[in-house]
T-cell receptor
């Protein structure tokens, strides 16, 4: 069956450390993968998109990698801050067409001062 | 760019009642999506519009659900004869459309539906 899996348990880290979140997928061959941030009671907010021919993408303190052989994406936040505490969702488009997204369940990140 | 707007933010209703939600996408966006999200889960795709045409509807969506996007602008999602299992956050998103599909989606803050 097709699945997108993210760390189900919350990730707790100390301020200033690097947070690494994992997204694994099975039985999909996505042309790209997206990461979103979601705060409680709010809609998801787009962070980064990485294509299958890109190994790595960066934006400020964020870095995403995409390994189509391992069927895995890693999302890194360097020099983490308490304001980074949120749920992070990975999503892919199974059709590669009109951007219908399939989401993972998300990983909750808590950054402690 | 005022963002995607959804109304109401919260809706509490009794089982068996009909409810309707509204979504106003970003004005120049052609594509509009509806998702449903329950606690601890990611958003789940419900349906998609390209302008006023509804191009896909999830098989998970029962006949009690209907969505429209008249004139290709705002959209409404109606649930008839609500059931307990319909309690969820209903999210709307939009994207520019055209060309490649790999475009970010812009989400509203959702309508939280609670069925008593």
């Amino acid at each position: 069956s097709q699945k997108i899996e993210q760390n189900s348990e919350a990730l707790n880290i100390q301020e200033g450390k690097t947070a690494t979140l994992t997204c694994n997928y099975t039985n999909y061959s996505p042309a790209y993968l997206q990461w979103y941030r979601q705060d409680p009671g709010r809609g998801p907010v787009f962070l980064l998109l990485i294509r299958e021919n890109e190994k790595e993408k960066r934006k400020e303190r964020l870095k995403v990698t995409f390994d189509t052989t391992l069927k895995q994406s890693l999302f890194h936040i360097t020099a983490s801050q308490p304001a980074d505490s949120a749920t992070y969702l990975c999503a892919l488009d199974p059709s590669g067409g009109y951007n219908k997204l399939i989401f993972g369940a998300g990983t909750r990140l808590a950054v402690h001062p | 760019d005022t963002g995607v707007s959804q109304n109401p933010r919260h809706k509490i209703t009794k089982r068996g009642q009909n409810v309707t939600f509204r979504c106003d996408p970003i004005s120049e966006h052609n594509r509009l999506y509806w998702y449903r999200q329950t606690l601890g889960q990611g958003p789940e795709f419900l349906t998609y519009f390209q302008n006023e045409a509804q191009l896909e509807k999830s098989r998970l969506l029962s006949d009690r659900f209907s969505a429209e996007r008249p004139k290709g602008s705002f959209s409404t999602l109606e649930i008839q004869r609500t059931e307990q299992g319909d309690s969820a956050m209903y999210l709307c998103a939009s994207s520019p459309g055209g060309g490649r599909g790999d475009q970010p989606q812009h989400f509203g803050d959702g309508t939280r539906l609670s069925i008593l």
